[in-house]
């Protein structure tokens, strides 16, 4: 991928001051800087749109000489999006799914004044029943970015959701705790995602018989993520791959199409030993 615009100019004063390996670790770093400026940008603008929950529409009847998109065999997915956040950051996400045959897509929306992880879980539950029940599915994929991942877990694991979710991808999540941006410990639900937490600890009990399956994609440049491998699932009873990504930052991984790509081959592939076996590098 390759970003345009000033930093070309500056490429020769880097690799002058600065050779080898660092100058190539410094460019990289200023063309995620750079992308993650650009996204908080565009998703400002979309913020207000995506304040109320979706629409739930029923499928439309077919009919004679209408070009149908091909739809991919699957479950339902459903979209969690992170921290102070809202169903707009999937906007992209959700187009290259919907353009790739995944057609049963649908965001939840949680209050940003909600204070607890297992709260949140609950409502997530309750949304992934009247899915099933509305779709006739028996099972839904979840993404989940950040802390929408957490919440996907918790509901996975701690409260019998594994009998509803068949795979569960997670976008930078602080599966350990994060010790980044400490102000912000004010938050009850922030509190939540530091290390030693009530809720991790819970996360961290034996699962024994956890029949989900999870996919966490974690990047070498997510600066949310204090330490960067909190965003790795660790636990030995659960069936998880971890995928790094590289040359990317935290809002962009709900954005990036090759990370799209790469969660489109999570939710494809029946057997976890399959997915991604290496990195993803998308700088």
């Known amino acids: 991928?390759?970003?345009?615009?000033?930093?070309?100019?500056?490429?020769?004063?880097?690799?002058?001051?600065?050779?080898?390996?660092?100058a190539s670790l410094y460019v990289t770093l200023l063309k995620a800087t750079a992308l993650e400026a650009a996204i908080l940008a565009g998703?400002?603008?979309l913020y207000p749109t995506g304040f109320t929950q979706e629409r739930r529409q029923a499928a439309?009847?077919?009919?004679?000489?209408?070009?149908?998109?091909?739809?991919?065999?699957?479950?339902?997915?459903?979209?969690?999006?992170?921290?102070?956040?809202?169903r707009s950051v999937f906007v992209l996400l959700r187009r290259n799914l919907a353009q790739n045959g995944r057609q049963r897509v649908e965001s939840l929306n949680y209050s940003p004044l909600t204070c607890d992880i297992r709260s949140a879980a609950e409502l997530l539950g309750r949304h992934v029943e009247e899915i099933c029940e509305r779709t006739g599915s028996g099972k839904v994929d979840i993404v989940g970015?950040?802390?929408?991942?957490?919440i996907a877990r918790y509901y996975a694991q701690c409260l019998g959701g594994d009998l509803r979710v068949r795979t569960l991808v997670t976008l930078g999540t602080p599966h350990s705790g994060t010790r980044a941006v400490?102000?912000?410990n004010a938050h009850p639900i922030v509190r939540q995602m530091r290390p030693g937490s009530d809720v991790l600890e819970e996360l961290a009990r034996?699962?024994?018989?956890?029949?989900?399956?999870?996919?966490?994609f974690w990047?070498?440049?997510?600066?949310?993520?204090?330490?960067?491998?909190?965003?790795?699932?660790?636990?030995p009873d659960l069936d998880a791959q971890n995928v790094r990504v590289s040359g990317i930052g935290h809002l962009a991984l709900?954005?990036?199409?090759a990370v799209a790509a790469g969660i489109r081959e999570a939710l494809d592939t029946p057997h976890p030993e399959d997915v991604l076996a290496g990195g993803l590098t998308v700088a």
């Open 206 to 216: 034996p699962a024994p018989g956890c029949r989900t399956r999870f996919v966490s």
């Open 254 to 257: 709900p954005v990036h199409p």
């Open 145 to 150: 970015h950040s802390l929408g991942g957490l």
């Open 182 to 184: 400490p102000l912000a």
């Open 1 to 22: 991928m390759k970003v345009t615009g000033v930093l070309p100019l500056f490429l020769p004063l880097c690799r002058r001051l600065w050779p080898g390996r660092l």
């Open 60 to 86: 439309l009847p077919d009919q004679d000489g209408t070009a149908r998109l091909p739809v991919a065999p699957g479950a339902p997915v459903v979209l969690l999006h992170g921290f102070i956040d809202n």
């Open 219 to 235: 990047s070498d440049l997510d600066s949310v993520m204090d330490p960067l491998e909190t965003a790795c699932i660790e636990h």
């Open 43 to 45: 998703h400002l603008l």
